[in-house]
């Protein structure tokens, strides 16, 4: 079954702390795996994919196939990283790539 | 562009009513569909479309129809709406080929 986790419903962070927010995922085949963001107030947007090997707002994530995991990782957190963040996967379904979320962190990045 | 553009942004229902959500986009996607955003349980999808005239379920789509008459329209219809349906309600684009989503802002719907 194509599944993933976030096994942190909150992470709760100091201004400047090392932020590592959770992924695994479940998915018999090649994932392409995503992390969405939604600051408050608005929409959700694509932070980064794990294809693109990116750096966005100083975030990074690896795809490890051994752990099957997808972790978003920024060294120095800041106080406008506060968010909600999905970890998400894109599984086919016939001809339509369905995007698989997992149920979210929220990051609370406090002075 | 717009982008997506979801209508309304809050709306109050009554257990048994219907009411339909609207979901439009100008980015000439073919792909559209809709979540529906609950605490704990991230974003399920509920329906998706591929193009004009077709339409499939995802996860959630009990109690739920959809249509698609045109490129840019995808309303998300209520028949009788229950509190279970007490959600956010996200409408997402994008094209066949790409992976990023486009998302509205969201309809808050609560069922008393």
């Known amino acids: 079954a194509q599944r993933v986790t976030q096994p942190e419903k909150l992470l709760s962070v100091f201004k400047g702390a090392p932020v590592e927010l959770k992924c695994n995922y479940s998915?018999?085949?090649?994932?392409?795996l995503f992390w969405y963001v939604q600051y408050s107030r608005q929409r959700l947007q694509l932070l980064l994919r794990?294809?693109s090997r990116e750096s966005i707002k100083g975030f990074t994530a690896d795809l490890n196939k051994g752990e099957t995991s997808f972790h978003l990782k920024k060294p120095f957190a800041q106080e406008e990283d506060s968010a909600m963040y999905y970890c998400?996967?894109?599984?086919?379904?016939?001809?339509?790539?369905?995007?698989?979320f997992g149920a979210g962190t929220r990051l609370a990045v406090h002075p | 562009n717009a982008g997506v553009t979801q209508t309304p942004k809050f709306q109050v229902l009554k257990t048994g009513q219907s009411m339909t959500l609207q979901c439009a986009q100008d980015?000439?996607?073919?792909?559209m569909s809709w979540y529906r955003q609950d605490p704990g349980m991230g974003l399920r999808l509920i329906h998706y479309?591929?193009?004009?005239?077709?339409?499939d379920q995802g996860e959630v789509p009990n109690g739920y129809n959809v249509s698609r008459s045109t490129t840019e329209d995808f309303p998300l219809r209520l028949l009788s709406a229950a509190p279970s349906q007490t959600s956010v309600y996200f409408c997402?684009?994008?094209?066949?080929?790409?992976?990023?989503?486009?998302f509205g802002p969201g309809t808050r719907l609560t069922v008393l």
């Open positions: 997402a684009s994008r094209n066949p080929g790409t992976d990023t989503q486009y």
């Open positions: 998915y018999s085949g090649s994932p392409e």
């Open positions: 794990h294809i």
């Open positions: 998400a996967l894109s599984g086919r379904s016939g001809g339509y790539n369905k995007l698989i």
């Open positions: 980015m000439n996607h073919e792909y």
């Open positions: 479309s591929v193009g004009a005239g077709i339409t």
